[in-house]
């Protein structure tokens, strides 16, 4: 009798649903399933599958033509045809890389990956470029920041937190994630403090670009999937990172004085400039060579590992005056938008346009510049707007004088 009212009682183990309620109930050796949760594990299986066959569809790769790459980063970016030109390449290059066939034996010719350093002054576009080539790429891509890295042991991240951030954007999946591409922002950061290494203990500087070393090589990393120090107990993966192309940007603040003194040295005697025409005293990092950089502080080990130097122009108020209005993501636009939610017209007039990029200009923050005047110059706008009836609101020159006039933007001397 106990027998059969347990019998009466069987229960499906994942919905807990009695088996008079279910049309199937299938017993394991330890349990039972009804039909329900058989069609939903079914449907989750399928879709699992379906996902991975998307993401290795959209991970195909879909190999642009460096012209095109550039034509794309041209929506976004304003001006920095030459780092435009060299990222192209050596994107283009990349995905070619990966498609190559293993080929026979005795004729193996094996294309190094170039990887690439950004060097330009604040504002104009490095970490722009970075995010912009992320948006079209079938590829992971992560932007890391040198600045929280130290040395193994020490508070800050290791090295290998760089390729965690990579293979969280590839969702994990290994193999696309050796497939990747890092951008590790404000490499410039991490230069040596002084010629004499033993002189202070540089838990931020060389020794992270030592770490970094064998990441920008290519070998085998273990990487704790989760992120450093938090899991300790997790499983690290190992990474080769033979094929991960590596984009460092920097600001390198102070790098025209090194380039400067070296340019002054060489038009003495014979080997001058006359060829090349005058040097260009407002842009002198187009003349910049890896004996810079490592006169900056870079180990010549690192700079080695870097063969692609390219560098991004200063921003002129021609170039600002586009970056307010040209790109897919202007400012102007974004600012539309915001007041365009709130049903208001925004009408920034011409000559607001040509007071903002003086001011830029005479900050000297670049791009950043202008969002910051912009915010000075709209926030009372953007505060008051939104509750009352007003449909529209037009910003004059007047206007714009006045509110930054009020802002403690008003302080700043040019830079």
């Known amino acids: 009798m106990k027998g059969h009212h347990e019998k009466d009682h069987i229960k499906c183990s994942f919905c807990g649903r009695d088996k008079q309620d279910t049309a199937v109930l299938i017993a394991g050796i330890n349990g039972h399933i009804c039909d329900r949760c058989i069609a939903q594990a079914y449907q989750i299986v399928n879709e699992e599958f379906a996902n991975k066959s998307d993401r290795n569809v959209s991970r195909s790769l879909n190999l642009l033509k460096p012209i095109e790459i550039k034509a794309f980063l041209d929506e976004f970016v304003i001006g920095q045809d030459q780092a435009k030109k060299v990222l192209s390449v050596a994107v283009y290059n990349h995905f070619k890389r990966l498609m190559q066939k293993p080929e026979r034996e005795g004729e193996a010719i094996e294309v190094e990956k170039s990887n690439i350093i950004l ?4 504002g104009t576009g490095k970490t722009l470029l970075a995010r912009t080539i992320a948006k079209m790429l079938n590829v992971p891509f992560c932007i890391a920041d040198a600045t929280v890295l130290t040395e193994s042991g020490y508070v800050g991240e290791d090295v290998e937190s760089v390729l965690s951030r990579l293979l969280q954007a590839a969702d994990y999946d290994q193999e696309a994630a050796e497939k990747g591409i890092v951008f590790i922002d404000e490499i410039d950061k991490i230069a040596r403090k002084g010629d004499n290494a033993s002189i202070t203990r540089d838990v931020s500087g060389e020794g992270v670009q030592q770490g970094l070393l064998k990441l920008l090589e290519g070998a085998v990393v273990n990487v704790p999937p989760q992120g450093g120090r938090k899991h300790p107990e997790q499983k690290l993966v190992g990474i080769d990172t033979k094929n991960i192309l590596f984009i460092c940007g920097g600001a390198f603040d102070g790098i025209e004085k090194i380039i400067a003194k070296r340019l002054k040295r060489q038009t003495i005697g014979y080997s001058s400039h006359k060829d090349r025409g005058e040097i260009d005293e407002e842009n002198l990092l187009q003349y910049i060579t890896p004996q810079d950089i490592k006169a900056f ?12 130097t390219t ?3 200063p921003l002129d108020a021609k170039a600002l005056k586009r970056i307010l209005t ?3 993501n202007a400012l102007v636009k974004q600012y539309q938008k915001l007041f365009r939610m709130d049903r208001i017209d925004l009408t920034i007039e011409a000559d607001v346009l040509e007071y903002v990029v003086d001011k830029a200009m005479e900050f000297g923050l670049g791009a950043r510049g202008l969002r910051s005047i912009c915010e000075a110059i709209l926030i009372d706008a953007m505060f008051e707007l939104p509750s009352t009836d007003q449909k529209s609101i037009v910003i004059t020159r007047d206007y714009a004088i006045e509110k930054l006039s009020h802002s403690t933007l008003s302080t700043l001397k040019a830079a």
């Open 326 to 328: 040209e790109p897919k």
């Open 297 to 308: 502080g870079i180990i010549p080990e690192l700079i080695g590992r870097l063969p692609v």
């Open 311 to 313: 560098h991004l122009d």
């Open 119 to 122: 060097v330009g002054r604040t």
